[in-house]
Nanobody, 121 residues
Framework: QVQLVESGGGLVQAGGSLRLSCAASGSIFRINDMAWYRQAPGKQRELVAASTSGGFTYYADSVKGRSTISRDNAKNTVYLQMNSLKPEDTAVYYC???????????????WGQGTQVTVSS
């Protein structure tokens, strides 16, 4: 069994910062890509930032320059540092990871339960 657990969401004023964390646990052989998505009320889930096992990073235009994705491979954890937050950043943020379980031989996408980020104006 593999589990992703997010933390770090909350209520912050516009211009503030938050750091989201997502820790993967369980019978993990290898983690490939790790990413953060978000879903605002009435909108589709969208990719915010991603980090490949090779060190490549991707950012959506809406957060580029304000956010940094990083990972601690020893802890199977990915972080999203968000600065200069705007009300339009308000959403539920989900962690995603492509993981090969021990003994499986193939990768599967796993999702966290989501953490609420609310930015007040």
């Amino acid at each position: 069994q593999v589990q992703l657990v997010e933390s770090g969401g909350g209520l912050v004023q516009a211009g503030g910062s938050l750091r989201l964390s997502c820790a993967a646990s369980g019978s993990i052989f290898r983690i490939n890509d790790m990413a953060w998505y978000r879903q605002a009320p009435g909108k589709q889930r969208e990719l915010v930032a991603a980090s490949t096992s090779g060190g490549f990073t991707y950012y959506a235009d809406s957060v580029k320059g304000r956010s940094t994705i990083s990972r601690d491979n020893a802890k199977n954890t990915v972080y999203l540092q968000m600065n200069s937050l705007k009300p339009e950043d308000t959403a539920v943020y989900y962690c995603n990871a492509r993981i090969m379980r021990s003994g499986s031989g193939y990768e599967v996408d796993y999702w966290g339960q989501g953490t609420q980020v609310t930015v007040s104006s």
